[in-house]
């Protein structure tokens, strides 16, 4: 049993799969250059990948990497165009240059992460204190939680925001 990816095998592996993985995202994403790109990078992926279920059933492993890959692309086009959008109701003097913007987008992609990693209650219990500026109090009494439990779910994600800056 292998204990990481070779060349020899990523190669093989490669060599047989790579047309069905870019037709499969093909007519996922009706573009083939966009299936080309996702195809590459679900391969890339494979390199460092210690999973031996991606030589066991390795269409099945290929289809979950590159679906995540793809949702992932969609969240980040989501992002970039809320944020283009919101950009463009500004002022032209106070829009931010191509270099800030980018800095920006990044940003939000990395607190949309931190955000998608916590569980769905800490989340929200999160995004109703630092959004919409409720106090715990009012969080638990929206949710239905103690105000114990409002406190751990901000705790935990402090935590996480905590982490994420280390």
Request: include cysteine; proline fraction near 4%; charged fraction near 25%.
């Amino acid at each position: 049993m292998r204990s990481a990816a070779t060349p020899e095998s990523i190669s093989t592996l490669y060599q047989n799969h790579h047309g069905w993985l870019f037709a499969w995202l093909r007519r996922k994403t009706g573009c083939s250059q966009q299936a080309a790109d996702l195809a590459q990078d679900t391969f890339l992926r494979l390199l460092s990948t210690r999973e031996q279920e991606a030589f066991r059933v390795p269409r099945a492993y290929l289809r979950t990497v590159a679906h995540g890959l793809m949702v992932d692309q969609i969240r980040r086009r989501a992002l970039e165009q809320a944020y283009l959008e919101a950009l463009a109701l500004q002022p032209e003097p106070l829009a931010p240059s191509p270099e800030e913007r980018l800095l920006v987008i990044e940003a939000l992609l990395r607190i949309d992460s931190l955000l998608a990693a916590l569980p769905d209650k800490t989340r929200s219990v999160f995004l109703l204190s630092q959004i919409d500026g409720l106090a715990y109090a009012d969080i638990g009494e929206r949710l239905g939680l103690s105000l114990r439990t409002v406190k751990r779910h901000m705790h935990t994600a402090f935590a996480q925001c905590l982490r994420a800056l280390m």
